[in-house]
């Protein structure tokens, strides 16, 4: 057998502990409607298929730099805001994907 790699292994044992238990919860339909899509890049109005931590990138406006990089918390069916200084032109990608509590079937309701 050919020896896997610690990482790849926990990643694949992961995988299927979650998918094991979404399917005794009623719950691998949520989960399949959530496809992580890394790259792309959201703007105001759009929808967050994903629930996770996201990237926020803002514009500058009229050259000057009015807020850094940040991240914040979005969940699934946001739909991502305007924001106060660079209105639409805030780009939001997410950075890790993440379940709510209420939602992640290892823990009792
Ligand atoms: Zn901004």
Not at 57 to 63: L, N
């Amino acid at each position: 057998m050919k020896k896997m790699k610690r990482r790849e292994f926990l990643k694949t044992a992961g995988v299927a502990a979650i998918g094991a238990g979404c399917v005794k919860a009623g719950i691998s339909k949520l989960h399949a409607e959530e496809k992580p899509s890394k790259d792309k890049e959201f703007q105001p109005g759009e929808k967050a298929t994903t629930s996770g931590v996201y990237d926020v990138f803002h514009d500058k406006i009229d050259g000057e730099q009015h807020a850094h990089q940040h991240q914040v918390i979005v969940m699934a069916g946001t739909v991502f805001p305007r924001c106060k200084g660079c209105r639409q032109w805030v780009k939001f990608r997410l950075a890790q994907q993440t379940v709510f509590i209420d939602k992640d079937p290892h823990f009792e309701t």
